[in-house]
């Protein structure tokens, strides 16, 4: 019972455009949320995280989207650039977090 | 500077035989955690520390075992490897555990013969 999903498994995208990133959570208890990014051989490394209090967190280029009526959140990256090629999980939770099984993003130059 | 260090990166052992993976860091966090991830699938919470308390997930094998000897350093055990124990293991840490931040090491890949 996946409580966390990313149903993309990968997405391509060209330079200098908009990446989006789903993901969906089925636990109306959940109140506070991630995005990590991971590059082959490192671990997930922080990116964003977003309070159910919110429904939009901005750092830089990197901006979540909270929807809670729809357990749903996403990620843009604007603009996107070839290091962003990474997968990237999102995590859901209160105090623990489950994760979902990722999405491998690819920009293309 | 690294934060969170798993050693060692790449462990091979063989079926039924004990190994213990370690990490170790440098943040001073209350928390620690260990996650499994097989490929293509989440990393999946094994257990967790809050400083010396013991949190265990209710489907983590009895096989997997953990000790936190001091606040800096975390060891996972498994007791008697099986081929299906063959995975990425991910230590993470973090201040607490509500609404925190959870940073990751490197991974250690354990290969079972």
């Known amino acids: 019972d996946q409580q966390v999903k990313q149903n993309s498994p990968s997405l391509s995208v060209q330079e200098g455009r908009i990446s989006i990133l789903n993901c969906d959570y089925t636990n109306s208890m959940f109140d506070y949320f991630l995005w990590y990014k991971k590059y082959p051989a490192e671990g997930p490394t922080f990116l964003i995280s977003i309070s159910s209090i919110k429904d939009k967190n901005e750092d830089g280029r990197f901006t979540v989207f909270l929807n809670k009526s729809a357990k749903h959140l996403s990620l843009h990256i604007v603009p996107s650039q070839p290091g962003d090629s990474a997968v990237y999980f999102c995590a859901s939770g209160t105090y623990k977090y489950i994760f979902g099984t990722g999405t491998r993003l690819k920009v293309l130059a | ?113």
């Open chain 2, 1 to 113: 500077d690294a934060m969170v260090i798993q050693n060692p990166r790449y462990q091979v052992t063989q079926f039924g035989k004990p190994v213990t993976l370690s990490c170790s860091q440098t943040l001073n966090h209350n928390v620690m955690y260990w996650y499994q991830q097989k490929s293509s699938q989440a990393p999946k919470l094994l257990f967790h520390y809050y400083d010396k308390d013991f949190n265990n997930e209710a489907d983590t094998p009895d096989n997997f075992q953990s000790r936190r000897p001091n606040t800096s350093f975390c060891f996972l055990d498994i007791r008697s490897p099986g081929l299906g124990d063959a995975a990425m293991y991910l230590c993470a840490t973090s201040r607490s555990t509500s609404r925190e931040t959870q940073y990751f090491g490197p991974g250690t890949r354990l290969l079972v013969l």
